[in-house]
């Protein structure tokens, strides 16, 4: 499986937690925490593009799990994330690594992964890549976490959602080279894969979602 160009967030990374907050001020937070708590004890998690790793502590404090492999495309971010969870004591086993879902060995497998507005940045083609490359990580019965951007039915909310998903496309194509153009189809990438929606909640006016999904068990 061909892997996916990998965008590049050094640059950005020490801003990027203030960037997002002054767009959206705690939404994107609040919609990667809102499902933690389901997350099993015990279980060996995987968190891709974490970013700046604010949602570590806050994964250690709802929940916990045994193994945490941090897995993140940026250096800088991981700098950041390491540093931030050396201020918080944690049990727990967290594994830096910088990388993508193509530096996960071929004998990991995990409980739950979590992908917060990472997917987004990538084509169809690539997205559907890397989640075919998540889901053979994951162990029957295993949760994804997934939160990201969502275009709502509504005519009246695409009118502000559109130009806003637009402005950001073209920000972080020129300051991060992502590839992605428009939001990958989610629903149809999952539901190929066998993944199910358990939970979904809604932030920032529908204009982000938190989802749970799930793969049923074979018979
Ligand atoms: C838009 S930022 C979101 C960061 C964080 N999840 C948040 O919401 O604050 C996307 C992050 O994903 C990382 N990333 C992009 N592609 C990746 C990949 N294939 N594997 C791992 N990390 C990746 C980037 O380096 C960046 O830190």
């Known amino acids: 499986m061909p892997s996916s160009p990998t965008p590049d967030f050094n640059l950005i990374a020490p801003v990027y937690d203030a960037l997002a907050q002054a767009v959206y001020g705690q939404a994107q937070l609040k919609a990667q925490a809102h499902f933690l708590p389901l997350v099993p004890a015990q279980s060996r998690v995987l ?47 967290v594994e830096f690594r910088v990388g993508t879902e193509a530096d996960l060995l071929p004998q990991e497998k995990f409980h739950v ?3 917060p507005f990472v997917l987004d940045l990538f084509s169809q083609d690539q997205a559907q890549n890397m989640m075919q490359r998540l889901s053979q990580a994951l162990l029957p019965s295993s949760l994804w976490l997934h939160t990201d951007f969502y275009l709502s039915a509504s005519p009246t909310q695409r009118l502000w ?59």
Do not use: C
């Open 113 to 115: 992964v979590i992908t």
């Open 47 to 93: 968190i891709l593009g974490g970013g700046s790793g604010w949602i570590l502590p806050q994964l250690l404090q709802k929940s916990a799990p045994a193994q945490v492999l941090y897995l993140e495309a940026s250096a800088k971010m991981v700098h950041l994330a390491k540093r931030r969870l050396g201020q918080s004591p944690s049990n727990t086993n």
């Open 161 to 219: 959602q559109k130009p806003l998903l637009w402005s950001m496309y073209k920000f972080f194509g020129l300051v991060s080279g992502i590839s992605g153009k428009s939001l990958p189809p989610f629903e149809l990438l999952f539901t190929s894969l066998g993944f199910q929606t358990k939970q979904e909640a809604f932030f920032f006016r529908g204009f982000i979602r938190a989802q749970v999904l799930q793969r049923p068990d074979p018979a």
